[in-house]
């Protein structure tokens, strides 16, 4: 094997083949004689929510399977294999690459992107489409789960979160204008790859636009053919504060307005840097006041320290208190549409709603406030959260094909289904998988999308966020 010297960067091996786990390198020699298909489904077994949307598929097909593999590849992967103490199966890599052009023959049926399926139901399935490579269907499973699980898990989240910000809004709000701004994603450097950021921040933009992730919009273009996915403002960090130094505080905030704001231009300014509380009293409130109110646009304050639930709710009425407010027809009070407030510290799906319910308590709109999410939208998810699985449910063997399932006695939560699988939307609007023998005169709301190279779908991303709509 080639190693490389010590001055030579680190790049992890792009080869298809070595994206595995390394036990099912070994798998091909496990399955009974005559195997010639094997059928695996994608499923949430259940977790925090009760349904999940289905996302990232697509952008894993033109990632990754609609580059063939080549023949350096399979050499490469024989040798790293072997050296790891592992079996190869170089006669089945040559086959894919002599006789499928490198192509990996599978067909990957599923429901559309976007589409939000109740928990414990099929999504995706997988079948091999040449009978020498049935151990193709369960070799892929660590790359297409991983590709699935994460932007659809993220996407979930973000839906969720959309639904209660929704609800709030519904309650103290006259409309819910600008409710796809209301969770902005600050999650970038938070996540633990770049590839991470890239999917998890084109999965949040599925719900919201307000985004600074811009691997995520330039993954939404490259994949879905996203035109302007995503939305940002000019904004604030400390340093850009603190490097003026706490006597010239008022001097850094004047700056950034002289640079920044304007006829209906917004601008959001970290403001907890020394004082929070002296910073919009003395300084917003009283030395910078009148450039505020008469500059055509909107400041946006940004608390980033403390108690989030308590914080929010002190900032809106220390700024309404110094800059009016209205009533709305819901009977809650609303800043002037001059000035607004950002909370990107401490936000999770759980604060969310805390903050938003103490706001109504001290009958506060939540049009006041927009959120802004890092760790907690793109990193604090795993593939528990939902239960993502990937398990083998059908084989045919000598031209027979057979159910499979598990059912484990010490943890019957994890029994997976048997047979080749299909999912029908009922008149009443449920989902119901079955075999696609009892379909009778229902049609499979599993369509191919991927067959031997070929994406046969190609699915844009306002049809995902159709499908996604709350």
Partial sequence: MNTQSSNTPFQLSGNPILNVDSYKTSHYLQYPPGTSHISSYIECRGGEFSAAMFFGLQAFIKQYLSVPVCTYQVDEAEDILKSHGLPFNRDGW??????????????????????VIPVKNVMAQVVNTCPTCFWLTTYIETALLRSIWYPSTVATQSREIKKIISKYLFETADSQNNLELRLHDFGARGASSLETAMLGGMAHLVNFKGTDTISGILAANKFYSATRPGFSIPAAEHSTIIAWGQENEEEAYLNILNQFSGNKKTVAVVSDSYDLWNAIENIWGKKLKNQIIHSGGTLVIRPDSGDPEKIVVDTVERLMRIFGSEINKKGYRVLPPFIRVIQGDGITRFTIPKILQAMK??????????????????????????GFAMKASAICINGTWYDIFKDPRTGPEKKSKGGRLALIRKSDGSFQTLKQSELKQDTSLLKPVYRDGILLKDITFDEVRRNAAI
């Fill in 361 to 386: 308590e001290n009958k506060q709109s939540t049009e006041n406030l927009t959120f802004g999410m890092g760790g907690g939208l793109l990193q604090k998810v795993d593939r528990d959260l939902i």
């Fill in 94 to 115: 040559t086959h894919i690459v002599s006789s499928h052009k490198g192509f990996l023959p599978i067909e990957i049926t599923a429901v559309e992107e976007g589409q």
